[in-house]
């Protein structure tokens, strides 16, 4: 999983409540397991048309937001079923980081386990961080997760909480899988003294 620490992009205006996992990656590109090649089918019902062509009011496809990497989206994001394909197709668009007021526990769960900081700000913050990322070429903003900021382009900084067990697996790029390989020592130590203890097993 890559690191997380500090990301300075352009971020994408989404003012929509309720955005669920199936608005994020529709059902129908779910027949595969692999994280890879799910950015295409992001949010596919808003940035399609019926006939496959591009939807040019939707905001990843005007041209100031086709590489944002960052999300500004209303309250409850991430809401309905508990797919992960969700974060990978985020994640294979180019999207690091999730600012909302809230979001749904799976989801935010998930995040975290596939190298997305998703950040929790007051409805104030968020306005302010709307404004921001509505100025599209100039809609850059600053995610520091070392230093728990938020920074705007006219230099106004938002502070943030998040717990520190998750913050340290984001900076350090650990999914679960990285976390147990930092204990493969005390691993082969207990399998080597279960094996002297009971060879017979």
Known sequence: MDKFTKLTAVAAPLPIVNIDTDMIIPK???????????????FAEKR???????????????????????????DNFGCGSSREHAPWALLDFGIRCVISTSFADIFYNNCF?????????????????MDDASRGANATLTVDLEAQEIRGPDGGVITFDIDEFRRHCLLNGLDDIGLTMKKVPAIDRFEKSAAESRPWA
Do not use: C, H
């Not at 386990?113 to 968020?126: A, R, T, Y």
């Open 48 to 74: 399609y048309n019926d006939d496959g062509s591009e939807n040019p009011d939707f905001v990843l496809n005007k041209p100031a937001y086709r590489k944002a990497q960052i999300l500004v989206a209303g």
């Open 113 to 129: 386990k596939n190298g997305i900081l998703p950040v929790v700000v007051s409805p104030e913050d968020l306005e302010k961080l």
């Open 28 to 42: 129908d590109y779910l027949k595969t397991i692999k994280r890879t090649g799910l950015g295409k089918g992001l």
